[in-house]
């Protein structure tokens, strides 16, 4: 929900033309329409027990431990994220990266075990190569420059980076996270597909 609303202040800011007046209201719309998306979630969470911060912290607990098991004892398809993994502010935020790399580009090729793998690691690779193609050829800054100039591009990356933390930082099993990232993938692939074709990297590929 914040995406949504992060996209909507983008695209408001985008459509101020005068200099000087997006200079004065972009503020304003922006703690407005960010206000308005964390209240949205506060309510989500207060609305059941189930999005509560505590009963979400058992929950990933519980994923880690089972999952951590079934990886040990009955050589499931299982992957981790390091041994010192702390349901604190900080120990979330070190594993946010490796988290986010699992959720977007995870299980590799090598890691399948199972065929409904196969397909989701295939679509992993791809994804992963057009990704890679786009930041070598561009570099990091006019990749940057690709992905702040358009919203559109902004709000699926943004999407796609935050569920796949989430997916990443909490299945602890392929099958499963295979399962939870279904949705984040065709916001990424849209990001993908965006920004090759607003890139010359698209039309060298093309050409």
């Known amino acids: 929900m914040p995406c949504f609303f992060y996209w909507l202040y983008l ?44 009963n979400i912290e058992n929950r990933v607990s519980g994923f880690h431990n ?13 992957y981790s994220l390091g041994e010192d993994v702390e349901l604190t502010p900080g120990g979330i935020l070190k594993k946010f990266i490796p988290a986010v790399i699992v959720g977007l580009f995870r299980p590799f090729l090598w890691e399948v075990r199972k065929v409904v ?12 190569l057009l990704f890679l ?12 420059r690709l992905i702040v100039k358009n919203p559109l591009i902004v709000f699926s990356l943004l999407y796609a980076v935050i569920f796949a933390f989430v997916v990443g930082f909490t ?28 890139s010359k990297v698209g039309k060298k590929t093309r050409g």
Request: net charge positive.
């Open 66 to 78: 089972w999952h951590g098991q079934l990886a040990e004892k009955y050589d499931a398809s299982g």
């Open 171 to 198: 299945s602890y099993n392929f099958g499963a996270l295979v399962r939870y990232k279904i949705p984040l993938m065709p916001f990424l692939g849209a990001a993908l597909a965006l920004m090759f074709q607003y």
């Open 11 to 54: 695209e408001a800011k985008k459509g101020i033309r005068h200099p000087f007046i997006r200079f004065v209201v972009s503020p304003f719309l922006f703690l407005v329409l960010i206000s308005a998306g964390l209240y949205s979630v506060y309510i989500v969470a207060e609305s059941s027990d189930y999005y509560q911060l505590d």
């Open 117 to 128: 793998q196969l397909l989701s690691a295939m679509e992993n690779f791809v994804y992963l």
């Open 133 to 144: 193609i786009l930041f070598f050829r561009l570099g990091l800054w006019k990749f940057y």
